[in-house]
């Protein structure tokens, strides 16, 4: 009966970083620095919050965009953090994280025909969602331009089926971020015109040395801004996801949401309140430490001699395996059986990778020593 599955479906595969996960899982003795999950717990108060919306019964629907409290909440965080005002009325939903808030936005947006331009290489879970709703994904070559999507880069690909562009950053698996005036230039490029941004925000608060600024600030009507709790708070588990945009869209997403989860999970609801109040602020620890795990692993590729882009947050750091003359697979496989660590291969982030791997330093600073020792170790015996 497998004929009759929808030909999109048939047509779409895997994420390349959970098939390369899922093919070195059971090798023993290997460091695995594939997943970009946080290592720091939710922290306890927002744990606790959880535990007491179960012991108080807290388990029944919401609102479909989730509870009045946390839409203010949500809105709330974004204006002090970035300076974004959004109504929580009508101008953000609570989905089940930030992936559900994309999918919604995309099914919501696009039509047959409709194409989305993306910045390459990218986080592999854009383009499955775009072609499920009918859009044709429109890869951009960053790699020349410190993989970043400019203005400059942007504006030949636009025509009369351009419908929506996304600008994910901090990137994953770049960790590059764009600047406040590259972000003007782009609202420049497309203001009027009819075409929205999806501006994925979800390592928001990850930043090392500069400020977050989002599109919406100078595009707020043609924007919808996706961010959550997933990197922010260690809550990669408990789903949450918020999306910020005019009325003028919500209205039509929140029915794609409410048709599709018909709201988030109460409880995680309930903790992600606690998170966006009295823990505000809690990613200023974990950045911290990430940010001295970055300074450690990229002085060590650079002394190596990997040729790598420094990001300016998330927790990925993306070098070039080029001079070695081995696919980014190939390379990935051999680290994996003659150093006992594993990375990405670029190619998981569309052809644009290739020639890259992905390396998360969201790992203890323990491991993170003893995989840059073992690929050190690596490299002097070719």
């Known amino acids: 009966m497998e004929h009759l599955v929808n030909s999109k479906v048939k047509q779409i595969e895997l994420s390349g970083i959970r098939k390369f996960f899922n093919m070195v899982a059971d090798i023993e003795d290997v460091i695995s620095l594939t997943i970009g999950q946080p290592d720091f717990e939710t922290p306890e108060h927002v744990k606790n919050a959880g535990i007491d919306a179960i012991l108080a019964n807290y388990t029944t629907y919401t609102h479909n965009a989730g509870f009045y409290e946390l839409r203010e909440a949500a809105c709330h965080f974004v204006e002090k953090k970035y300076g974004l005002t959004y109504s929580p009325k009508n101008e953000v939903i609570v989905t089940v994280g930030a992936s559900q808030a994309i999918d919604c936005t995309f099914r919501t947006l696009l039509e047959e025909g409709c194409e989305v331009i993306i910045p390459s290489p990218v986080y592999p879970g854009y383009e499955p969602l775009i072609k499920l709703a009918g859009g044709d994904p429109i890869y951009v070559d960053t790699t020349n331009n410190q993989f970043k999507l400019t203005a400059d ?125 009295s823990g505000i602020d809690d990613a200023d620890q974990m950045k911290k430490a990430y940010e001295e795990r970055l300074e450690y692993v990229y002085h060590r590729l650079v002394k190596m001699g990997f040729e790598v882009v420094k990001p300016d947050g998330a927790f990925y750091l993306f070098p070039s395996i080029k001079k070695f003359n081995q696919s980014s697979f190939d390379f990935a496989l051999s680290l994996v059986r003659h150093a006992g660590v594993a990375l990405v291969p670029g190619s998981a982030f569309s052809e644009f990778g290739e020639g890259y791997v992905r390396l998360s330093y969201a790992y203890s600073m323990e491991q993170l020593v003893e995989a840059m020792d073992r690929i050190e170790k690596y490299l002097e015996s070719l």
């Open 153 to 277: 880069l942007i504006a030949p690909y636009i025509n009369e089926n351009t419908r929506c562009i996304v600008l994910p950053y901090p990137s994953n698996p770049t960790g590059v971020t764009l600047s406040e005036d590259e972000l003007k230039d782009i609202a420049e490029l497309v203001r009027n015109k009819n075409i929205f941004v999806l501006s994925d925000e979800i390592y928001s608060e990850l930043n090392y040395g500069k400020q977050h600024h989002s599109i919406a600030r100078f595009l707020r009507e043609q924007t919808i801004v996706i961010n959550g709790l997933s990197k922010s708070h260690s809550m990669t588990g408990w789903r949450i996801g918020l999306l910020f945009a005019p009325e003028s869209v919500t209205k039509h997403i929140l029915k794609v949401h409410q048709y599709n989860v018909s709201c988030a999970t109460s409880i995680a609801q309930k903790a992600a309140y606690e998170a966006l109040t």
